[in-house]
């Protein structure tokens, strides 16, 4: 059954069975869309089997495909042409250098300096659109559209595969989030604001240490926390 037959439809399950033909072991599942660049997006959750899961991915990827937004992996090579061309990726680096790095060491795509474009397993949305809190920061200070644009991707653009991005950075399966994607997005809006990364470059550079010094300082802050709890 298509998900449209059931969207208006309030029918109240156990956590395990399925909302659509009843069988057990069901699972929940989100299905996420987009507004226009800068609005928020929304989602709806269904609860399902297995089986009623494959039949609706089935579905979905006969649909004919949607003609406007940008596919993934061109959201992804946008994210980093902009992330490249305004030494975004060079604050990365040495954040990685001194320990601080966000990326967890686990992942699939991490090099010796960081994420790794160039590997084998590419980037999720997720971990392509993901800034840190201290570089955003920077970012909009330098260039105030830009950092709109960057918290809006992270915020509801890449949060729709956050469930892949566990799986890359091999999160252990019973830590993961219990909502699964249903079908990854056919089509993601295209941001405004990361035109022109160059513009940005010298003046991001001169905030690079002071960046680096808040995440030296946030990662002391953790670390006290942890050994804390221990």
């Given at each position: 059954?298509?998900?449209?037959?059931?969207?208006?439809?309030?029918?109240?399950?156990?956590?395990?069975?399925?909302?659509?033909?009843?069988?057990?072991?069901?699972?929940?599942?989100?299905?996420?869309?987009?507004?226009?660049?800068?609005?928020?997006?929304g989602?709806?959750?269904?609860?399902?089997?297995?089986?009623?899961?494959?039949?609706?991915?089935?579905?979905?990827?006969?649909?004919?495909?949607?003609?406007?937004?940008l596919?993934?992996?061109?959201?992804?090579?946008?994210?980093?042409?902009?992330?490249?061309?305004?030494?975004?990726?060079?604050?990365?680096?040495?954040c990685?250098?001194?320990?601080?790095?966000?990326?967890?060491?686990?992942?699939?795509?991490?090099?010796?300096?960081?994420?790794?474009?160039?590997?084998?397993?590419?980037?999720?949305?997720?971990?392509?659109?993901?800034?840190?809190?201290?570089?955003?920061?920077?970012?909009?200070?330098?260039?105030?559209?830009?950092?709109?644009?960057?918290?809006?991707?992270?915020?509801?653009?890449?949060?729709?595969?956050?469930?892949?991005?566990?799986?890359?950075?091999?999160?252990?399966?019973n830590?993961?989030?219990?909502?699964?994607?249903?079908?990854?997005?056919?089509?993601?809006?295209?941001?405004?604001?990361?035109?022109?990364?160059?513009?940005?470059?010298?003046?991001?550079?001169?905030?690079?240490?002071?960046?680096?010094?808040?995440?030296?300082?946030?990662?002391?802050?953790?670390?006290?926390?942890?050994?804390?709890?221990?």
């Amino acid at each position: 059954m298509a998900i449209a037959d059931f969207q208006n439809r309030a029918k109240k399950t156990p956590d395990d069975i399925c909302q659509w033909c009843g069988a057990g072991a069901a699972h929940r599942y989100q299905l996420a869309s987009f507004g226009h660049p800068g609005e928020p997006g929304g989602g709806r959750e269904f609860l399902l089997c297995a089986r009623c899961v494959r039949a609706e991915r089935k579905r979905l990827n006969a649909l004919p495909e949607p003609e406007d937004g940008l596919a993934r992996e061109e959201l992804i090579a946008q994210l980093d042409r902009f992330f490249a061309s305004s030494g975004v990726f060079d604050i990365c680096r040495r954040c990685h250098e001194q320990g601080t790095g966000c990326c967890p060491p686990s992942c699939r795509v991490m090099g010796a300096s960081g994420c790794d474009p160039n590997n084998k397993h590419g980037k999720t949305v997720f971990c392509a659109a993901f800034v840190c809190g201290a570089l955003l920061n920077a970012i909009s200070e330098c260039d105030a559209e830009a950092g709109r644009a960057l918290k809006w991707v992270k915020k509801e653009v890449g949060a729709a595969e956050f469930r892949v991005y566990e799986m890359i950075t091999r999160v252990p399966a019973n830590a993961r989030e219990p909502v699964r994607p249903l079908a990854l997005p056919r089509r993601y809006p295209r941001p405004i604001g990361l035109e022109d990364g160059e513009g940005i470059r010298e003046n991001l550079s001169a905030l690079a240490d002071e960046v680096l010094e808040i995440r030296r300082r946030w990662r002391e802050l953790e670390l006290i926390e942890i050994n804390g709890k221990t």
